[in-house]
């Protein structure tokens, strides 16, 4: 159940207004490699990025294979980095990871697919990513917003189930 209600977060969520990268799909693939197995952990932030580009328009094809590519980095350093042991230090460290890798790949498929004002050249690909400098800042608001959310909610709910048990929150 905790996959579908993700996907229908994310969706939801992008479909607000927001500033550009501020999303939960950053957040919810670092939650996903965390949490979920790995076959669904990959398949997660994926599935609701589709859903919601769906809903709010598909854009250059190269652009969109770039990032989603980078938004694959969240489920890979949630799971490196946080499926086996969770602390703050690590998790500020996995969302830094996953925030920069997707810049990093999301800019070079921005850079590469020709639709920006930067030319075909080194120079033009270090000028895209000193473009991109903003958003990366707001990616990891983004990333460090909703995935602490995640985080913390289901700490949260390990804590209640481990109190509280069968007996519900009313026995206690």
């Given amino acids: 159940m905790m996959p579908y209600i993700l996907i229908v977060l994310a ?10 990268n501020f999303t939960p799909i950053g957040g919810i693939g670092l939650f996903a490699g965390a949490w979920c197995p790995p076959r669904i952990a990959w398949v997660l932030p994926l599935v609701a990025l589709l859903l919601s580009d769906i809903i709010t328009g598909l854009y250059n094809p190269v652009v969109m294979v770039f990032v989603y590519l980078g938004f694959l980095s969240g489920p890979l350093f949630g ?3 946080l499926s086996r042991r969770r602390s703050l230090p690590r998790f500020g460290l996995a969302v830094m990871l ?23 050249t080194v120079a033009g690909l270090f000028e895209c990513y000193v473009a991109g400098l ?3 800042r707001v990616s990891l608001i983004g990333d460090l917003f909703y995935g ?15 109190n509280y048990g069968g007996r519900g929150l009313a026995a206690g």
């Avoid at 999301?106 to 004002?117: A, E, R, T």
């Fill in 134 to 136: 903003p958003f990366l």
């Fill in 148 to 162: 602490g959310l995640l985080f913390v909610a289901a700490e949260l709910a390990q804590k209640l189930i481990a």
């Fill in 11 to 20: 969706v939801v969520a992008r479909l607000l207004v927001h500033p550009f």
């Fill in 98 to 120: 996953a925030a920069v890798s997707f810049f990093v790949v999301s800019n070079f498929g921005m850079w590469l697919s020709g639709i920006g004002p930067y030319p075909p």
């Fill in 79 to 81: 799971w490196l980095l």
